[in-house]
């Protein structure tokens, strides 16, 4: 990888090359099968192993694919937010949910918020729950709206522009109550009727309901990360009722949100003394991914200053999460290629496929997820990029792209 700092998608050069490779390519623009009109397709009743969401957030709307197939799966439209909650999987209930904004003029006017319930077969509504008008929308669109561990309740996060969250009962079809959250951000589920949240003074919070979704008790932290000097990234992976987060410097924080108050159960770094004097930092948008069961960390670094938090990367390093070392670095291929490959009507594994291979720059990828089966899937993304990279999670090998995943966002969702 380049000591050079990752910074945003080259556009020009990229733009260049598609340019002038696309005379001769469109001579190479391969046969399309036409599509079969008037089907009516449902999902499996259990969501497979391998399947990932894909929003997009410029299309308005959230992708389902196969990650062992590549095809599409479905598609749910999303709000008029550019990152709202991706859909969220209710286990047990056989319903999606997605938080939606809309306004009464399109873009202005009165606004209504919903979260709408989808059947997690046919993908068709079955019911909507009207919620204050302060569902939260940010660039990357991660742990605005959770379904907690008792899957009868969802709560989402509210910032208008005070931060509260909002409690939604999927079994009784309406909103429970709304529970301020002064200073704190974002809602991770911890177990039952349980969520942690995020706060600026440097704690955590975590929040219990009461059987019928109403706030029961709250607990914090003492102060275990300075925000000013060494921010924690809110795109923290779950581990049982932990939540691992790292910071800006890449030091990783390990919260237990299992009693009355979330505890720093551990800290570390994730690089040497001579990788920090050589600039590798962690970066993207959703940048650690946790495979449980194996204890592998995934995480997007690149090499850049301060201020880089947000870059993508080419690489992804591997740890072991009990031993806290570094085990493996997997070396990502670009992704343009499947990206503009659809659109000049350019084959996978052709020769062309080959040449924009070697000819396009890599920008790295922001975003990464891990399926927690027996045979992990890794996906990786980069933001304005229309293509998923589909790897062995444990030997790092591509196996496949899925392209045409839409136009531009960070967010991978698979489901656990």
Excluded at 113 to 122: G, H, K, N, S
Excluded at 282 to 310: D, T
Aim: net charge negative; charged share 20%.
């Amino acid at each position: 990888m380049s000591g050079r700092r990752q910074g945003r998608l080259p556009a020009a050069a990229a733009v260049a090359a598609a340019l002038v490779l696309l005379g001769t390519a469109l001579a190479a623009r391969a046969e399309i099968e036409p599509d079969e009109h008037g089907q009516i397709l449902t999902l499996p009743a259990a969501a497979g192993p391998h399947w990932v969401w894909v929003p997009d957030r410029l299309m308005h709307h959230s992708v389902l694919f196969d990650g062992d197939s590549g095809r599409v799966l479905g598609t749910l439209d999303g709000a008029w937010t550019l990152s709202g909650p991706a859909p969220l999987l209710a286990p047990g209930r056989g319903e999606i949910v997605v938080v939606d904004a809309v306004y009464d003029r399109g873009h202005r006017g009165t606004r209504r918020d919903f979260a709408t319930i989808y059947d997690a077969v046919t993908l068709a509504v079955r019911d909507e729950v009207e919620i204050p008008p302060r569902a939260a929308s940010v660039g990357h669109g991660i742990a605005l709206a959770a379904v907690l561990d008792d899957p009868r309740f969802v709560v989402v996060f509210n910032q208008d522009p005070s931060n509260s969250v909002s409690v939604v009962d999927l079994e009784g079809r309406r909103f429970v109550e709304e529970i301020v959250v002064a200073g704190c951000a974002l809602v991770y589920p911890v177990g039952g009727r349980r969520f942690g949240t995020l706060c600026g003074d440097g704690t955590a919070l975590v929040v219990e309901l009461d059987a019928d979704g109403r706030h029961a008790r709250s607990g914090r932290s003492e102060p275990f990360f300075d925000p000013v000097t060494d921010p924690l990234t809110e795109k923290g992976v779950r581990d049982g009722a932990r939540w691992l987060f790292a910071s800006f410097e890449g030091y990783l924080h390990e919260v237990d949100f299992a009693g009355p108050g979330p505890v720093l159960a551990r800290r570390w770094s994730l690089f040497g003394d001579d990788e920090r004097q050589d600039g590798w930092r962690v970066g993207g948008m959703q940048h650690v991914a946790l495979h449980r069961a194996s204890r592998r960390l995934y995480s997007i670094v690149h090499q850049g200053g301060a201020g880089s938090h947000k870059d993508p990367g080419t690489a992804i390093w591997v740890y072991d999460l009990d031993r806290r070392a570094r085990t493996e670095v997997l070396e990502l291929a670009t992704l343009l290629p499947a990206f503009l490959g659809p659109l000049l009507g350019i084959a996978p594994g052709s020769w062309w496929d080959w040449l924009l291979g070697v000819t396009l720059p890599n920008p790295g990828v922001h975003s990464i997820a891990v399926t927690q089966d027996e045979a992990p899937l890794l996906f990786v993304r980069h933001d304005e990029i229309g293509a998923v990279g589909v790897h062995d999670a444990l030997t790092g090998a591509r196996l496949r792209t899925l392209d045409e995943a839409g136009i531009s966002g960070p967010t991978l969702v698979v489901y656990e």
